[in-house]
């Protein structure tokens, strides 16, 4: 990388508050092509700005001009960081597994979910089944859901769960309301149309996964292999 360009970014990533804007406001000003038209500076610009201000329009309107999405190009950023997350925690990929073999278990049986991994609490058991006429909806999902589906459901579901527990320490996923946007996401990903059972309400951690019981407390079903050996 350019040593001009370096600096920039260096400067950019160091400056806070009204010396940031301050010095955006002298690079925009200068409009030195080498930097303004640098994947790089604008990238790191606008990652250190928020919202939709004066900032954001003109940043927005440099990657256009240098045929660029703005937004493509945070999204992927932010892909990027969550991938090179997993890899440096591997420790993460059997609680998230678990998690995600779960769900897609639920997809295709819902009536009779695995639970051959969690630690069901029993009074919890009658709380995940479905009633007779929810029943129908398991041959609808098994006739929806192909291998090529289904591997892209997971691959977008560790992804999405790995990069909720980057920004926010945990996952929350539910199959109806709150905490639906990820699981959605993977759906959607998939082209997937499936219902599941109501009321699933889970919390995946680094090392464990909660459920919520019929009062809506959280109960430990699953704990990693290397959380249990530290205990």
Not at 42 to 66: M, P, S, V
Not at 80 to 104: R, S
Not at 192 to 203: A, D, E, G, H
Not at 218 to 227: L, Q, T
Request: hydrophobic share 35%; glycine share 4%.
């Amino acid at each position: 990388m350019d040593k001009d360009v370096e600096e920039v970014i260096k400067r950019i990533n160091e400056l806070s508050g009204k010396e940031l804007g301050s010095y955006i406001d002298q690079l925009l000003n200068e409009n030195d092509d080498k930097i303004m038209k640098n994947k790089e500076v604008l990238l790191t610009i606008a990652n250190r700005i928020n919202g939709f201000g004066f900032h954001h329009r003109i940043i927005r309107e440099k990657f256009h001009d240098i045929g660029l999405n703005m937004q493509a190009e945070l999204d992927k950023l932010d892909y990027e960081k969550t991938v090179q997350y997993l890899e440096d925690h591997p420790e993460l990929i059997e609680t998230i597994d678990i998690a995600v073999n779960w769900w897609i278990s639920v997809i295709k049986q819902p009536f009779f979910a695995n639970y051959s991994n969690f630690q069901i609490p029993l009074e919890m058991a009658p709380y995940f089944q479905l009633d007779y006429s929810e029943k129908k909806i398991e041959k609808s999902n098994q006739k929806n859901i192909t291998p090529e589906k289904e591997k892209v459901f997971r691959q977008v579901l560790v992804h999405e769960i790995a990069d909720a527990i980057r920004k926010e320490g945990s996952c929350r996923l539910r199959a109806d309301t709150f905490g639906f946007d990820r699981l959605g996401h993977a759906l959607e990903k998939a082209n997937l149309r499936v219902s599941f059972p109501k009321n699933i309400n889970m919390l995946v951690k680094p090392t464990e996964i909660e459920l919520a019981n019929s009062s809506g407390h959280f109960d430990v079903v699953y704990e990693a292999s290397n959380n249990s050996k530290k205990k």
